[in-house]
């Protein structure tokens, strides 16, 4: 969908568009009753290949899970990631994995705010990991820090996937709230739409868009701070009138 007067969102968002929302869909290990002497995290992850263990240390942080992120990293590590975000946001995508030395490097790709995550893992023999296998992310590296998109670039994609009818774009860049109302007014919200105005107030921006066929306005209210931490479903008020 184009929608008039508008320009597309950047390289991130573009490549958001035709890839999945959400990568690391699993949910981390849940934590055993049974610990070891040395660790309260659980029972022993030492037979756990690195990139799953690296994908489960993004999760827990993505989610804002401080204590498995503690539990998957070492202090080092765990502290560069709260430095960055926390929660550390839900768009992470794995890219690419490779060894160097003992260690897995797996990089990580944020599809909303841009920038790469590469996480370092202890991989030659249990040995080289803490007590249980756990604390064995030791490395944590930004390539080019995140940047959040837009509000704008936010909802100008949220009233794209409405436009063209589609209901997984729009449950991704809304809440279910926002996405109701939006299929109450039409399934498929058409492509006439076009943007007139952007104010912010109480942490929310509001975008203002104009169909020119119908001469109808429709509101879209945007967390900020959702936004900023790498939340999905930020898109939380629509007026229509």
């Known amino acids: 969908m184009k929608i008039k007067g508008l320009t597309k969102a950047g390289g991130a968002a573009a490549a958001l568009a035709v890839a999945a929302p959400l990568v690391l869909s699993g949910s981390a290990a849940p934590a055993s009753a049974q610990t070891t002497a040395a660790t309260s995290c659980g029972q022993s992850v030492t037979r756990l290949d690195a990139v799953t263990y690296a994908d489960r240390l993004v999760l827990a942080w993505g989610r804002g899970d401080a204590a498995r992120t503690a539990c998957y990293g070492s202090t080092t590590a765990v502290r560069a990631l709260s430095a960055q975000a926390t929660p550390g946001g839900i768009h992470w995508r794995r890219v690419s994995a490779e060894g160097a030395a003992g260690t897995i490097y797996v990089t990580y790709h944020d ?79 058409g492509a006439s739409w076009q943007r007139i105005a952007t104010e912010g107030a109480a942490g929310t921006t509001y975008v203002t868009y104009k169909n020119l066929s119908t001469g109808h306005q429709l509101v879209v209210g945007i967390s900020n701070v959702g936004l900023s931490q790498g939340d999905a479903h930020v898109a939380y008020r629509i007026q229509y009138r």
Request: no cysteine; glycine share 12%; net charge positive.
């Open 111 to 189: 599809d909303a705010r841009g920038g790469n995550l590469v996480v370092g893992v202890a991989n030659a023999a249990p040995e080289l990991r803490g007590p249980g296998g756990w604390h064995a992310a030791n490395s944590v590296r930004f390539v080019n820090e995140p940047r959040a998109w837009t509000a704008v670039q936010w909802s100008d994609n949220l009233v794209r996937a409405w436009g063209r009818g589609d209901t997984k774009w729009m449950s991704y860049y809304a809440t279910p709230a926002a996405t109701k109302s939006l299929r109450q007014v039409a399934a498929k919200g």
